[in-house]
């Protein structure tokens, strides 16, 4: 199936830098900022600081009203973003610490979701600072079959005897449409004298 989400995303991208071009505007700068706050509120903005009336009325409208209508179609579901942008799973999916991985040396204490990113809050009981976590994240259809797993990595170190709270990128490959998701450490370094 084509992803018209992705699509979207990207004739936006094109239509902010072709805004840019024709308000005698950098267009890296305003592609690096649609990228930063989204295309329709770059194109929105550079729109609305054109001092040109002729800009206003003729390429400028045109190309915002294309815009305007991309998102239009993507509000109303004509279009979808693919599970990896929007959030993944279904609205019922749910985000667990594994059991293997709530005792010991390093153990999870929470696990969920914030948009582009997996939050794993990861407890160091060790007297030594971890320098890399390894993780694997495995999910569930809705009858707790496994579907698939993908393994992530984190470099945030953790102090000894502290907790904290570490984002892992969920990247675009995410399953559609999983029940529940759990996760593990599978492995974990600690920061040595050679480090420093």
């Known amino acids: 199936m084509v992803s018209y989400g992705i699509i979207a995303i990207l004739v936006g991208f094109v239509l902010v830098g072709i805004l840019a071009n024709k308000a005698n505007r950098s267009v890296v700068g305003w592609l690096l900022l649609s990228f930063i706050i989204s295309p329709l509120l770059a194109a929105l903005i550079l729109y609305l600081i054109n ?8 390429p400028g409208l045109i190309y915002l009203i294309i815009l305007f209508g991309l998102i239009a179609l993507l509000v109303a579901g004509v279009m979808q973003i693919p599970d990896g942008f929007s959030g993944s799973g279904s609205s019922k999916s749910t985000y667990e610490v594994s059991q293997s991985s709530q005792a010991g040396s390093v153990c999870l204490l929470s696990f ?3 948009s582009w990113e997996y939050t ?3 407890q160091n009981n060790t007297d030594r600072e971890i320098k890399r976590t390894d993780f694997r ?8 079959n496994q579907i698939d797993y993908r393994d992530k990595t984190s470099h945030e170190p953790v102090d000894a005897h502290m907790t904290k709270t570490v984002r892992l990128n969920k990247g675009i490959d995410v399953p559609k449409h999983f029940g529940k998701a759990t ?7 600690y920061v040595s004298s050679f480090d420093y």
Request: proline content about 3%; glycine content about 10%; overall charge neutral.
């Open 112 to 114: 969920g979701v914030e």
């Open 183 to 189: 996760i593990k450490i599978t492995n974990y370094s």
């Open 137 to 144: 994240i495995i999910y569930y259809d809705q009858e707790g």
């Open 120 to 122: 794993v809050q990861v």
């Open 51 to 58: 001092p040109s009336k002729e800009f206003k009325k003729g």
